[in-house]
């Protein structure tokens, strides 16, 4: 099994590499911009008219308080799910343990 | 797939909240229930809503040029059923909304729709069908076709409030289609694989808890989703 997840993970690896070595950006104005953007973009292309009526209450002053905040939720939810995933791997070596050691 | 702050008309907008509140209280309910009836799977149900918080703070690079993320919202989904995902997709929008200016107040309901609703339940649909080709095989289709469903319910939300002047919704969904689907391909991809590892591992170290969700039972015996009562 720890076989096959590693062989998973290389091609999780792979796959996300693969579109940086690859000449995929030529001609593009901004290289890997999010798609979520993109769409956005393409909304006031085809409807220039359209105002948003509504705008973010708070927006992250920089990039850098943006990436400081992207990194917090990703830390944030490996955080608790790595805690998860090594509490219970210690619980089921300790019962392992348990069960093959003889008692007196 | 996060539709920008403002960016559905106002009645666009109010539908799809009105469309989100229903789901997010049976969710609620749900979770109340399984957190109750099985209070030891409570931090497993945390790690499924932090699954879906690390996976849609990735924005990984695709084929296309151009960068979006995964949702992460199938593991919970095939775990506990999809309704909890609504809750807790929606937690992991509000803290983008309002933290990142990524995605918005406004737009938060037709979000949820995509990512926290018909997302997880595609996932969910998907892993009963697929079950008998194996566990590996049918957890990867379920995340993969969750993530890529999120994404074609965006497009279709915007190719509604904003039709092609000349094609209309189609030509719309077409051009909305376009700029999430081939981009997000690969990305659904690296979902599945991700998500059938943190199976493979729940399923080596965390058999317990599995179990008391009737993970197996339920899928060996095909019958309704309904958890068993706590033998605990």
Redesign the interface.
Known sequence: ?KR??LI??G??VA??T???L?P???G?AE??????A???A??TR??PD?R?????????PGGEI?SF???L??A??????GY??G???G??QRRRADTTDVPD | ???????L??LHAAAWTAVAIPFLVVGARRITRITSEHPRTK??L??AG???????????????????HPTGTALGSILFGPSVMAVLGAIVLL????????G???TLGANIVAMAVVGPWVAYGCFRLTRPLGL?IAVFLAAMLGDLATYLV??AQ?ALA?P??VRGFLG?LA??GG??AF??V?LA??EG??T???V????????N?LDELGFHDRVRAGSSAALKPSTA
């Open positions: 099994m096959i997840n998973l993970l091609l999780v796959i996300a693969l579109p940086l690859l995929v950006t030529r593009l290289p890997f911009a999010g798609a979520d993109q769409a956005q393409a909304i085809a409807h359209y948003p009526w509504f705008s973010p209450l708070w927006k992250p943006e905040l992207f990194a939720q990703a944030l939810g490996a955080g608790l799910l998860y995933l509490l219970r791997r619980q089921a | 797939m996060h539709i920008m702050e403002g960016f008309p106002p931090l497993l945390a790690s932090a699954f879906a918080f690390v996976l849609s703070a990735l924005k990984i690079p695709s084929v296309t040029g151009s960068c979006s803290f983008q909304a309002l933290l990142l200016a990524h918005g107040l406004t590996g965006t497009a915007l904003f092609d002047p719309a051009k909305f700029v999430f981009t997000q690969p991809v690296i694989l991700l059938v590892i943190v493979n591992v729940l399923n080596q170290y965390s058999r808890d």
